[in-house]
């Protein structure tokens, strides 16, 4: 479910981005990230056989993975100087603005700890990036 436009496109920081079709204010929900709710063993056993992992372990046993049925933001790239907060609340993965967001703006989220254990190059190329994921 989104509350606000987003489109993907080809992204400079990696792939495919989501990006903003509208403007969006600052605090406001962006949306619900789509995806089909799994047991992390079984989010784990998928992740292990695939490049590109679209999965958030939500800490109960559950994870979301978000390339089975996903939506736009499912292509939000890691950014160590994000315009959006993810927030994990009743096995949902919610999208919320930092800031106003511009029109035609990439949507970028600090992934936090990640499966890649701070060895996967991070390419934000924002001020101050903290070189990996």
Not at 39 to 66: I, S
């Amino acid at each position: 479910m989104l509350f606000f436009k987003v489109k993907n496109a080809e992204s400079p920081i990696d792939g495919l981005g989501a990006f903003a079709a509208e403007a969006i204010p600052a605090r406001r929900k962006i949306g619900n990230l789509g995806g089909e709710v799994i047991t992390v063993r079984t989010a784990r056993r998928r992740a292990a056989r695939t490049k590109r992992v679209a999965m958030v372990e939500f800490g109960n046993g559950y994870a979301l993975d978000a390339s089975i049925q996903p939506n736009e933001l499912r292509y939000v790239n890691h950014s160590c100087r994000p315009n959006v907060y993810m927030r994990c609340i009743a096995n949902r993965v919610e999208f919320w603005a930092l800031r106003p967001i511009k029109k035609g703006e990439e949507l970028t989220c600090n992934y936090g700890p990640t499966h890649h254990d701070g060895q996967l190059p991070c390419q934000c190329g924002a001020p101050g990036c903290q070189g990996f994921l």
